[in-house]
């Protein structure tokens, strides 16, 4: 066989991982679609499944009209969590106020920042436009309560708006990473983002509230137990 026809061949058919990038769903999703048919494929001696480049690229109009979701991507709150985790661990020094606190009350920090990033994962893979400002409602509820829970610990509210861009910096960045692995174009890269930062903008105004609202609490009932 001629080396340029060799070479044609085996770029014409994609491995699971690659095949798997082009379309942006999973790997296990892909297998799914392989074996109702819906793309073309073959086994190698091996047992290893080989896909069709043309077959892919025809699905693209159709399955990509949408970008992948979030949940496709890999991103779920516990990878969440084990990135800050090791970032800790890679020696990113503590936040100064965090060292004063016992473990009931990291756990309560804890505890409501899963909840706000669980629910603003689900915000992002919103089918419409009212789900999604539901699921960010839900997110900004516990926002506020993390305003509220430093404000009643007495953290001024630079201390806790340094807490929430230390959660903001690095889900970003998580987010920015996953998508680029997992093959979405510079176009949807962009959309997701903007979505995250306009959506993460919102959770910050929201802790912010929260903690001016016990802040007040606070002020007026010093005032009424003088």
Known sequence: ????????????????GEASRVLGVSPATLRRWSDAGRVKT??????????????????LP????????????????????????RGTALGQAPLPWTLALDEQQREGFR????????????????????????????AQQAAAGYGRLAAGLGLSLGETVEGFLRFRTP????????ARRRGLDAAE??????????????????????HGVASVGTIRQRRRGR
Not at 171 to 178: P, S
Not at 189 to 210: P, Y
């Open 189 to 210: 890269v962009g959309d997701l983002l903007k979505e995250a930062e306009a959506a993460t903008d919102r959770l910050l105004l929201a802790t912010m509230t929260g």
């Open 171 to 178: 889900f970003i960045g998580e987010l920015l990473a996953w």
């Open 1 to 16: 066989m001629r080396p340029h026809l060799r070479r044609t061949r085996a770029t014409h058919w994609l491995g699971l």
């Open 62 to 85: 159709s399955e990509r009209a949408q970008r992948p979701t979030v949940q496709a991507l890999g991103m779920t709150p516990e990878r969440v969590s084990r990135t800050y985790r």
């Open 42 to 59: 073959f086994t190698t001696p091996g047992g290893h499944r080989r896909f069709d480049r043309r077959s892919l690229q025809r699905l």
């Open 111 to 138: 505890a409501l920042g899963r909840t706000v990033v669980g629910h603003l994962l689900t915000s992002l893979d919103a089918p419409d436009d009212q789900d999604r400002d539901d699921r960010l409602r839900e």
